[in-house]
């Protein structure tokens, strides 16, 4: 069982940054990957980045690479999102999973946090 909490969303202009945190807590037997997803009002949620359990491998939707940096700290059980050079399309609620990999999917992600909304004006 894992629990997942977001934090660090809010409300930038076009050009800025944010950077997003994902706490973990509970006892697991498994090791998870994560990553993040988000979802725009209207629209499916997709999927933006995800990192293995070791961090050594990384994935990317490509409207975000370049601009996104996705990353974990096992020993704090934290995972983060840092994005910069953001645009008014990544305007959404980020969500926080946990899963099997490739983390690259809806499908296999188990757990999932509550959500953070980030907005981004123009």
């Known amino acids: 069982q894992v629990q997942l909490v977001e934090s660090g969303g809010g409300l930038v202009q076009a050009g800025g940054s944010l950077k997003l945190s994902c706490a973990a807590s509970g006892r697991t037997f498994r090791n998870y990957a994560m990553g993040w997803f988000r979802q725009a009002p209207g629209k499916e949620r997709e999927f933006v980045a995800s990192?293995?359990?070791?961090?050594?491998?990384?994935y990317y939707t490509d409207s975000v690479k370049g601009r996104f940096t996705i990353s974990r700290d096992n020993a704090k059980n934290t995972m983060y999102l840092q994005m910069n050079s953001l645009k008014p399309e990544d305007t959404a609620v980020y969500y926080c999973?946990?899963?099997?990999?490739?983390?690259?999917?809806?499908?296999?992600?188990?757990?999932w946090g509550q959500g953070t909304q980030v907005t981004v004006s123009s």
């Open positions: 999973a946990a899963g099997s990999a490739p983390l690259t999917t809806t499908l296999r992600a188990t757990y």
């Open positions: 990192v293995s359990w070791s961090g050594g491998i990384t």
